[in-house]
Each structure stands twice: as C-alpha cells, then as structure tokens.
C-alpha cells in the first residue's frame, strides 16, 4: 500500500514554490540538444517535395536533374518507396481520428496543396535543398474545394466515436424559449485556420544502428506515440526502435500526433542503412494539421435581468477528405451558464485540406468565443454588467451530465480579477471613455477546460549517495515538466530540489501519456508522486531493521522525510540521513516503478475543470482602425499550483495566444489554388513583444482532493480559454462596434 500525504496540507518543501527551471541552464547555454541538433557519423539530410495542387494525381516525377547533382543519394517517391503496413489501424497513432489516416509517398494521389510527394536524400543539406528544387512533378489537377463557407450545406454530423465531442441531447425545447424571450441575441462568429508556429520547425533524426535497431531523435509531444508509430508502420519490433526527445522547442498539439517528416526520416533510414535528418522548411510547417476554421451560430434568450432562458449554438468545422477530426466545440455553451433550454449541434465539412489538429485548448479556445462575445451583447442588451450578467447565471453543477463540480472557484475568478483590474470604474457606455486620441474599451469573458487525469508510470531510484532520479517517457514542451516533476520527487522524499533529477522523453523509460490535454501534472505528477512514496516506504523499512535504530517501532505515519533524513515527527533529535540507510544497510539504491491510474470511485460522481476570467483594455486609434491591448488581468483557477513561477509563464504565454488570436493569425487561403499563401513568418502575423502589454496573473486558492492526488489541475490550456472573446468585447466597448469575424483588423473596424 502506498500512502499519499494530504495534499491540501500546507507543504514545507518545494511545492508550491517558484523554483526556477532546472533545465533552465541547459537552454540558455545551448547545451539542451533538439531533434535536428543529434549528429551521428555518415548523416544524410532529406528534404521534402511538395505538391503544388490541392487535389489531384501525380502523372510523372521527374528525378534526374536532382540525381544528377553531386551527393544525392536517393530521391524516394511513390514510385520507389519500401513496402510498408497495408491497414488503416497500423498508421493510427494514440490520438488519431476516425478514419484513414494520411500515408506519405503512398500513391499518385494528391490529397492537399503542400503534400509531400518526394524526399530528396544527399550528404548535405545544400546539395538535397538543391536538389529538390530540381525535381519536376506533373500532376493532373482535379476539381478541389478548400472555402468553409461554400461548402457549408455540404457539412454533416461526424460520427459517434468520442464521448467527450458528441454533442449532448437537447435539454428542454430551446426554440419555444428563444421566440418566448424578452432580451434575445442572434449571432454568427467565425475564425479562421490557425497555425502552430513552434520556434522549433518539425524534425527527425533517425540513426540506423549497426544491428538494425532505430534510434529516432523526433520532435514529438510523447516519445512513445512515435515509437508505436514506426514499429507498427515498418513492422518492427519495439525492442528495435528508441525513440528520443528530452527537448522540445514549441509544439502546443502540432506534436502530439507524428507528422510526415517522422515518417520519411525513419524510411530514409532503413532503405539506405545510414542516418537520416528530415527537418521541415517554415514555409512546410503549413502543410499538416492547424486548429480548424469555425462557422458558429449562437442565440441567446434571456429574460429583462438577463437571465437565461434559451442557448443554442451549432457549429460548422472544416476537416480533410480522409479523416473526422472533431472538437469539443459547442459542449461549452451547455456547461458553461445555468439555463433549462439548450441545443447544441456540431458538423464537419470534408475539404482538400490536411487533417486540422488539436491547437492549445482545442474546441474550448473557439467555442467559448462564441459564447462569451454572445453572452457580452447579451449584457448590452439588457443593460447588465457583463460580470454581473455572468454571475446571475452562474452554474453551480454541470447540467450536461447532470453533476457538480468536484471544485468550482470561478466567482473568485471574477471578483479577483476584477479588483486588480479596476473593473467597477468601468462606464458602461460604448465609445464613453478616450485616453488622448485613441477610444479605450474594458472587456472580459470567462472560461474553462476540463480537468484530465490518465493513466501513467513512473520509476523513481534513490541511490546510497542521497541523491534522487525519478523517470517517465513523458515530455516538456516548454512547460516546466523538468521542474514540477523535480519538484514533487524532491517534496515527497525531503530532499534539496538539487539531489533531485527527473528524466524524461525517452520511449525506454516508463510509459506516460502524450504530453497534452493539461493533464501532464495530474497524469504524470501522480505517478511520480506515488514511485516515490514506495521509496519512502522502503527506506522507513530499511531504517527500522538498522541495528539500534530510533526509528525502530516507527510507522510512515510517525516519520518526516525532510533535509535528506527521515526522522520522528515527536522528537526531531531521532532521525537517520537516507545516504546513510542505504549504505549501513548494504543497498545500492532503492527502486519503485508505478503506474497511477484514475480513482474512478472517487472522481466519477463529479465534473472536473479548471475555470478563468480574463479582464482585458484594448485602445483603438479611431482614425486609422489600428487595436492594441494596453492591459490584461487574467484570474484562474486551478487547483493546487505546483510551481507558481512556470504556471504564470503558462498563463503569460496563454493570453499572448489569445492576443493573436483576436487580432493577428489567420491563414490566408487562395482558394483558386487551394493553398495558403501567407505561410511563413513575414506574413503570417503573431504576436511580438510590442503587442504584448502588462499582464497580471491571479491564481485563486482551490483546494480539491477529487481531481488526483495532487489537487493539481494543469493550467496549459486555460489561459487562453476567453482571452479572445475578452479582447473583442473591449473593442465592442472602445468602438461601439461588434466584430464577430477574427481576427479584428483595421480593415473591419473602419
């Protein structure tokens, strides 16, 4: 039996600290090596080939100027490629949506503008950039389609496959109460395609070993998902294939699935039985999944207090040809408020695109913009203060499965973040209030994310020189991970967060899930915790068998682990180093391996999410249209914080998203040619430090020994959940005028 402290208790030790990156150092020096930067002797360097059209098939390649170029090894086609898995479900990978999934260098069929149809292999880089510029590729062009709006009525209902994204069946008789209503909101949003961006582009490294084994330094947001991967496409066996990433430069769920430089990397490799470098140019970092475009319809009724009566939201989502990927769109609209009419609908248009993928928040980040920018003219409507109007109708439980919250702290959220930000100054008036020249507006939305817990190992190995590594094949995509997961080892066993290092990002190491969701903390953080209380356990053990030992009749109850000593918590004189333990003992180290699964017992009476509230001043220069956020308070709540230092650099990186989303990203698609045109940095519009204004992190105090062990909830993704709506509801206020298209450029404003 493993005993787990209560977690609530106030902690003496490093969580709930702001401790400072452990790989921090790494990073900074250049030492932390990324999946492009591992060298092996006898490296090739493959670069990609991309279709030029957006649906069709390939009628010739033509090779020989590329092969003619010195040091070009191979150019790999459809035509010549190895022969790999035939079924659908050998390419699946862990999250991996309905249908068949993308197949690179499969056959003459073009699926999407930017696919890639050829790998051009030589012993330089210059030489296979060269080369592939050479390759020429005559396609027959067939008739594509690419615009959301105009296949609209084409768009279906998805099929069943995922609980969490089936839209719930409606809750009493939504349009008898929207036509009964007194106060009512009728209105369409739409978003475009977004773009992951990374600092770090996709990359692989496979290096061919001697005896025929892989190993694959790949940017990936869980090691062991590209690992599964090859094995199952190549048909190898997992003992052959490591696959590596301790560092990650950016992904944000553009790593969560394997992307088709993986692939071509590891067939490079085993074809020419040498390493092989794959990396993506900026302008390829364009041709795989991408949050998807969004049609949304929302209408709200609402008697003259603004109370609701009536939600229905449908949304429209573009997805590719070949598989059904779904978000949880419209799920949030019937969770969100407390209101007995609600009707949700979700469809999917099939477009001659790649197939989108989870971007930060996936679903919420669109669907809560919806709802909080329709919720906002609700206000205005009926004359109530936007906050006031959330809190009339507020919800207590969630009414989509018909249970409470294991713990919901969101009026703190609203009456914390509006005290920092000075919310009761605000003139309700549109247009009522300038700085100089420029219209200043207040906005503010609210916001959710569920509360994941999955299942997950970890090994934790306390060595007889007192020093701690605790492992699990998850990730840091820039997270903390390192940190936290040093963090709760070194708590758990009294040690100096220096005597602790924590590995991750390697396929060998014990199983753990993709690194996503927000669910890594209370995923992986459990395991970890729970590895090292089996140390704890035998190292007590160890203690009481020494000869005359003060810890002799002593249970765990009884004991502190603190200063690297385990010693009475009656009497602080009666304690014994764990170096020394382990070493009057005879023992190397101590070692546990744990899996921590959910205690569905526990969590499944409840509901489990983490909630927000962004606070956001935008000034708009009324001449020339031009918005920029001067001011944002963002209040959350989270469960326990582990680290308060990277959890706020979560949170900081979450509104800046938000901030682009509002007012910058938006994929700008020629659909004459099926192709996004704006695909590199200089066009393709994100934040930059001038955009970015102070931002105030508030994280409320919410204890809850219901979501895992910990009480921790992740903060990944909530951060960003409202923080677009927010800013276009200050924009509503500065301007008088409501933009429901994003993102809010000047062209719209004026």
Known sequence: MITVPDPLKPSGGPVGKPVSRVDGPLKVTGAAKYAAEFRAEGMLYGVVVSAAVARGAIETIDAAAALAVPGVVRVFTHENRPRTAWFDSKWRDEVAPPGSPFRPLYDEHVHYSGQPVALVVADTFEAARYAASLVTVACSAGAHETDLKAARAKAATPPKFRMSTDEPAPRGNADRALKAAAVRVDAEYTQPAEFHNPMEAHATTAVYESDGALTVYDKIQGAANSQTFVCNVFGLAKEKVRVVSPFVGGAFGSGLRPQYQLFLAVMGALELKRPVRVVLTRQQMFTFGHRPETLQSVSLGAGADGALQAIAHEAVAETSRYEDYTENLVNWSGMAYRCDHVKLGYKLAKLDVATPC?????????????????????????????????????????????????????????????????????NPVPRSTRRGTALVGWGMAGGMWDAFQQPASARAVLSADGTLTASSATADIGTGTYTVMTQIAAEALGLPVEAVAFKLGDSSLPAAPIEGGSWTVSSVGTAVKAACDGVREEALALARKLEDSPLAKAELEDVIFADGHIGLKTDASKRLALADVLKRSGVAAVEKTVEAVPNLVKQQPYSRAAHGAAFVEVEVDEDFGTVKVTRVVSAVAAGRIINPKTARSQILGAVVWGIGMALHEAAAVDHALGRVMNHNYGEYHVPVHADVPDIGVIFVDEPDDVVNPLGAKGVGEIGIVGVAAAVANAVFHATGKRVRDLPITLDKLL
Request: net charge negative; proline share 4%; glycine share 8%.
């Open 358 to 426: 989870d971007m930060r928040a996936p679903g919420a980040t669109t669907g809560v913009f919806a709802l909080e920018c329709a919720m906002d003219e609700l206000a205005h409507a009926a004359g109530v203060d936007p906050v006031e109007l959330r809190l009339r109708n507020y919800a207590e439980k969630d009414q989509v499965n018909d249970r409470p919250y294991s713990s919901k702290e969101l009026r703190a959220c609203y009456r914390e973040g509006a005290a920092k930000f000075g919310w009761a100054a605000r």
